[in-house]
């Protein structure tokens, strides 16, 4: 081929396939969240591995400067003994230059208690937040339902909403989920009992399914809105989280992600699409959008049942199926 004729191909070439259609990497962004803070073990775990656990995940945050909203159950503050060294644990999130949200006293579901005692734990929920956030001049402005249950009946979600904004909080919703809760437990006691070969397993194991969901949902949602919306991840504070999360982060850079704050997730339009969404148990909400819509989300990666096995095998707190 000729010097002209090569140019001429290439020129073909980029017709055919424009710069933009070229890239294996879209533009894709992704606000970080972390639940059941000082932490999800807390009954478990005493205050001085708490706060190791916690300067160890925020220390990766912040040297890869991810901005994260951690939501606090304040209840889990209150152990005889520990309760100082615990709310230390919820200054290093301030001190380390993130946000604390509430996420209920008592991590109470909405659809289990009803509205007038969930709005009284929303409420109790508040004391020890403001006592740290008052010297910041900061204020709560998020909210996260606990088990993402938004009310059994549409009155109740939206008498709950009003509520929400009253008190000057929005809602943070979640659209990206890989139950790292159910991993955390299992792991926690791996690592106890020092079963590294265990916990190899679960981080592997942890690591896929997560990759599984990121591709569902970011293929759901462009069916389902139209495009991918600015994400926003579901995590929990956790020893899975602490050792591992810079692999997560890893991850989501690999898919293309960019790390944003909440506050710019929530500017995305397709968080004020219409959603009436109701049920016995939460969803995310791109899975809320599609109910709403009249779609049935199918396809979900199923996760794995032997770590579902392991747990339960364990008896974690309450026999809870889920911790969000």
Do not use: C
Request: proline residues 5%; charged residues 25%.
């Amino acid at each position: 081929m000729n010097h002209r004729a090569a140019q001429t191909f290439v020129a073909l070439l980029l017709l055919a396939f424009p710069l933009s259609a070229q890239s294996t990497k879209p533009d894709r962004q992704v606000a970080v969240t972390i639940d059941d803070l000082p932490s999800g073990m807390a009954d478990r775990q005493p205050a001085a591995d708490i706060t190791a656990m916690t300067a160890k995940l925020l220390g990766t945050l912040r040297d890869q400067k991810v901005p994260v909203v951690g939501f606090v159950n304040e209840k889990k503050l209150y152990k005889p003994g520990e309760v100082d060294e615990r709310i230390k644990a919820l200054q290093m999130w301030l001190d380390y230059g993130f946000e604390l949200g509430n996420h209920t006293f008592s991590h109470m579901s909405l659809n289990q208690a009803g509205l007038k005692p969930w709005e009284d734990d929303v409420i109790q929920g508040e004391s020890v937040l403001n006592l740290l956030l008052a010297p910041r001049k900061m204020k709560l402005r998020y909210f996260r339902h606990p088990y993402l249950d938004v009310g059994r009946d549409l009155q109740t979600r939206r008498e709950a909403e009003a509520f929400l904004t009253q008190r000057g909080y929005r809602i943070a919703p979640i659209t990206l989920d890989g139950w790292d809760w159910m991993f955390a437990g299992v792991y926690e006691d791996a690592k106890n009992r020092n079963d590294t070969d265990l916990q190899q397993k679960l981080v592997k194991e942890y690591l896929a399914h997560h990759d599984a969901v990121f591709a569902y949902e970011e293929q759901l949602s462009v069916k389902v809105v139209g495009y991918e919306p600015r994400q926003i991840l579901l995590l929990h504070a956790s020893r899975i989280e602490a050792d591992h999360i810079g692999e997560l982060l890893d991850l989501l850079r690999k898919r293309g992600y960019r790390f944003i704050t909440l506050a710019d997730a929530l500017d995305d339009e397709a968080y004020s699409l219409p959603n009436t969404f109701v049920g016995e148990e939460g969803n995310g909400w791109i899975e809320q959008w599609a109910i709403t819509q009249g779609k049935i989300p199918q396809g979900a990666p199923q996760f794995p049942q032997w770590v579902i096995d392991r747990s339960n095998q364990l008896h974690l707190p309450n026999g809870q199926v889920s911790t969000y």
